[in-house]
């Protein structure tokens, strides 16, 4: 006999023993239920609560803006918050929000508000919702520079508030940056302890160099208290064109982001020295 064969008898007939010994200290009623029992699977999973499901929102989504982004609501932002959408465009982030699901306020620069200066009190807002011009085009000194111009110009009118960028700020990518960390930084006045701030960016090539817009948002953000609590990738599901090209340098982006910061409780004070 096979020396595994002696082992699983041995192994057997104690368990038989030890399961006889258990029976036969237990009520009569009670022995007849545990013959009843169905055989536990062979190999029985352990499980911790919860169910076995694939309908999970994933981190990355081809398709459109509108088409993801009341998942993305529905993943961080419980129903009834307050929202306040402070570039809201032409709303087409709202266009799959069954209405009266959130309290939603939007604002424009074309409608006169000025995302750096939001006319609301400190910390009177559950959720900000930030997509500013995510590329240096539309950051420029005089309208006819502007990305998007000619027969572009619906893209433009879509993306930018279309007027130039005054002298004396930051130019090109700079200034892309620029608008990120000074509408950063008065949502987070306007948004409350542990408030969610959900923004839309997208990563360019400028004055032939790759800059990760994602990244430098993420870092920036970061140091006014904000914790990047989870990221979304947009990809386009159709074929960028591209006019005039020489000599292809950089990978051409189809892809976009919806980055969820919330915003840190309690802020962190330095030490008084000693
Ligand atoms: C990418 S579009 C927003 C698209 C929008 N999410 C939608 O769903 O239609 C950028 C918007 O930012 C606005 N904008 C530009 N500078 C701004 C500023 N300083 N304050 C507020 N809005 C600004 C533009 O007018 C434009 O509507």
Redesign the pocket.
């Known amino acids: 006999m096979a020396g595994y064969e002696i082992c699983y008898i041995y192994v057997h007939s104690v368990e038989v023993a030890r399961s006889e010994i258990f029976l036969n200290r237990q009520p009569r009623q009670f022995q007849s239920r545990l013959f009843e029992l169905p055989e536990p699977p062979l190999f029985a999973k352990r499980t911790q609560g919860g169910e076995a499901t694939s309908d999970v929102l994933v981190s990355a989504h081809v398709g459109g ?1 509108a088409e993801i982004f009341p998942r993305i609501l529905e993943l961080h932002v419980p129903k009834g918050s307050k929202i306040a ?10 266009k799959n929000v069954p209405d009266g699901m959130y309290d939603v306020h939007g ?4 409608t006169g ?4 200066k939001l006319p609301y009190k400190d910390g009177s807002f559950d959720c900000i919702v930030f ?4 590329m240096e085009g539309f950051f420029r000194r005089e309208k006819s520079h502007l990305g998007g111009s000619g027969t572009h110009s619906a893209f433009r009118k ?4 279309g007027a130039e960028t005054p002298e004396g700020g930051p130019k090109w990518h700079a200034a892309v940056v620029s ?1 990120y960390v000074e ?1 950063g930084r008065e949502a987070a006045r306007v948004l409350r302890k542990d408030g969610i701030f959900i923004v ?1 960016c997208q990563d360019e090539v400028s004055a032939n160099r790759q800059w990760l817009t994602h990244v430098e948002i993420i870092n920036e953000y970061a140091k006014t208290g904000f914790y990047a609590r989870d990221l979304f990738v947009v990809v386009r599901p159709n074929q960028p064109g591209v006019s005039r090209l020489i000599k292809q340098v950089h990978a051409r982006k189809n892809h976009s982001y919806f980055l969820v910061f919330q915003k840190a409780g309690a802020v962190r004070k330095t030490p008084p020295a000693p």
């Open positions: 803006n959408d402070i570039t809201w465009g032409q709303g087409v982030f709202w604002t424009d620069l074309k508000v000025d995302c750096r997509d500013p011009p995510y879509a993306y930018s508030n608008l509408g839309k």
